[in-house]
């Protein structure tokens, strides 16, 4: 057994914050943790611990000691409603909840000042039960912020609601989807809502409005979902974002953990469904590759949430990003520049351009990549925003949960910093690990 990393973890029994421990055994990555109280408990974070523990020794070299938590994206939840009452719910929202912590458009203001360039994240709950939601995305632009909606979609199915929100200035909504057949509907969101995302999804179509699919993923429940939803997004040229993220075990829902599934498992479902033109392998090299950009932008990082960009042409027809680059070249270039960058950076960086340029295939669509790269430069996160025409982003990971959760890797969370009660505190840590427990007891 060999020792990766010593971190802190949670006890998944009484969430205490105890030591934890990446080791190597049997090829796997396991994280072991030990509390006083309730004994030793041990989840498998990756069966191929050799290709983990080589992206993550990459990812760990490539961001800050002390990164910026989420400084570019900020989640704003504003109601604890939700015409929905989904079992895997983790803020525990439903009809019955009350409207006592929303923010009016007034204090939206307030929250955001001093705050420009960022994304604001509107969620919930489900932020379209509010009849007030165009004044907030006003709000939101007036103090000089990017508004973002995260939607069930059932509202955006009826007529109107987009157009109002188009109209107050919204450009970019992630609409929770699951799958196209509702396959997973019962047991993820409590009933089958395939169709009414189905309207949602032509009305979001017919705005032309910029949509990234946020898909929960359980093991032997929605396993489809992923061959679906790639297909679904590549044939649509107004999703520019399609999501895949492993269901978080909080014991609220009736599934097992074994429902959950690890990255390297989304990861080859991923590969699977775009029959082979994205690969694990390529996956691995263009998260180093993006884990270099970060670097080098001072962007934050979580190594469980990770992206790989596909370029989409004028044709119909799209190229996977490990196609644009010579990958084996790519690798050894990123090899170098982890060695050369603690020497002199942006030396470091420039020598990476030039041995990556002789590598690249297709230099027109590679820019567009850059394009959206350089958006941090612009305020919004990179890859993270889907404002960029010509673009798919592919994303993969994991919701933390008591048995998974990492300090060191939650503290890069780019999922950002919640606004709770006028005061900021941070999604996936300890404190929304133990409000979800709270919720899930009462
Ligand atoms: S739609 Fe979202 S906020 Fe509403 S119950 Fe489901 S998970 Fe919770």
Not at 50 to 71: C, R, T, V
Not at 282 to 311: D, I
Not at 344 to 367: D, K
């Amino acid at each position: 057994m060999a020792l990766l990393r010593v971190t802190l973890g949670t006890c998944p029994t009484c969430l205490a914050a105890v030591p934890a421990s990446l080791v190597l055994e049997d090829g796997m990555v396991h994280l072991v943790k030990h509390c006083p109280e309730h004994g030793d408990t041990s989840t498998l974070v990756a069966k191929d611990g050799p290709a983990w523990a080589e992206l993550a020794a990459f990812y760990e070299e490539m961001m800050a000691p002390l990164p910026g938590i989420g400084d570019k994206n900020l989640n704003l939840p504003l109601t604890d409603r939700c015409n929905l009452a989904c079992p895997i719910c983790f803020t525990r929202s439903g009809p019955r909840r009350g409207d006592e912590r929303e923010p009016s458009p007034g204090d939206v203001a307030r929250l955001l000042a001093g705050v420009t360039g960022a994304k604001v994240q509107l969620y919930g709950g489900e932020p379209t039960v509010r009849n007030d939601l165009p004044d907030i995305v006003t709000a939101v632009i007036a103090s000089g912020n990017v508004p973002v909606l995260a939607t069930n979609g059932l509202l955006l199915a009826e007529e109107g609601v987009l157009d109002e929100l188009r109209a107050a200035g919204l450009g970019e909504v992630h609409i929770q989807l699951d799958g196209l057949s509702g396959q997973g509907d019962n047991t993820l969101r409590g009933r089958d809502v395939s169709a009414v995302k189905r309207k949602a999804l032509e009305a979001l179509e017919k705005a032309g409005m910029p949509t990234g699919l946020e898909c929960t993923l359980a093991r032997d429940v929605n396993d489809g979902a992923v061959a679906e939803l790639l297909t679904y997004a590549l044939d649509h040229h107004f999703v520019r974002g399609v999501f895949f993220r492993s269901y978080g075990h909080l014991g609220i829902a009736g599934l097992g953990p074994t429902a959950r599934l690890r990255v390297e498992e989304v990861v080859s479902m991923v590969a699977d469904a775009s029959n082979g033109r994205i690969t694990p392998a390529g996956w691995t090299t263009v998260q180093k590759a993006l884990y270099a950009a970060f670097n080098l932008l001072g962007v934050p990082s979580c190594l469980y949430n990770q992206f790989y960009p596909v370029l989409r042409r004028p044709d119909g027809t799209w190229t996977a990003a490990e196609e644009l680059v010579d990958v084996e070249g790519l690798d050894d270039a990123l090899e170098r520049f982890r060695v050369t960058r603690h020497r002199l950076r942006w030396g470091a960086a420039a020598q990476l351009a030039t041995e990556v340029l002789p590598l690249v295939r297709e230099p027109g669509l590679v820019r567009t990549l850059l394009s959206a790269a350089v958006q941090p430069l612009a305020g919004v996160g990179p890859l993270d925003t889907l404002a960029t025409p010509g673009l798919l982003v592919v994303g993969a990971g994991s919701l933390c949960d008591p048995d998974t959760f990492d300090l060191t890797y939650s503290l890069r969370c780019d999922a950002g910093l919640v606004v709770r009660d006028g005061e900021p505190w941070l999604t996936q840590s300890l404190d929304t690990l133990r409000e979800e427990r709270r919720h899930g007891e009462g």
